[in-house]
């Protein structure tokens, strides 16, 4: 399996990479993992819904 650090995913993925490390924090990044201070995640990973966003219901 190949991991991409936050740097890259924040570039891929279009969000900062505090973000991303505070994600991995909170589980919400399946299959990262810290290696020392460093965050590694899946190349494949899924980024994660926004929970931040109400998202509209259909009427």
Same mark, same amino acid.
Do not use: Q, V
């Given at each position: 399996?190949?991991? *991409?650090?936050?740097? &890259?995913? *924040? @570039? &891929? #993925?279009? =969000?900062? *990479?505090?973000?991303?490390?505070?994600?991995?924090?909170? %589980?919400?990044?399946? %299959?990262? =993992? @810290? $290696?020392? $201070?460093? #965050?590694? =995640?899946?190349?494949?990973? $899924?980024?994660? &819904?926004? %929970?931040?966003?109400? @998202? @509209? *219901?259909? $009427?």
């Amino acid at each position: 399996m190949e991991y *991409s650090t936050t740097t &890259e995913i *924040s @570039k &891929e #993925w279009n =969000i900062s *990479s505090r973000r991303i490390g505070t994600l991995c924090t909170e %589980g919400r990044i399946e %299959g990262a =993992i @810290k $290696k020392g $201070k460093m #965050w590694l =995640i899946p190349s494949d990973a $899924k980024k994660p &819904e926004d %929970g931040r966003l109400k @998202k @509209k *219901s259909e $009427k």
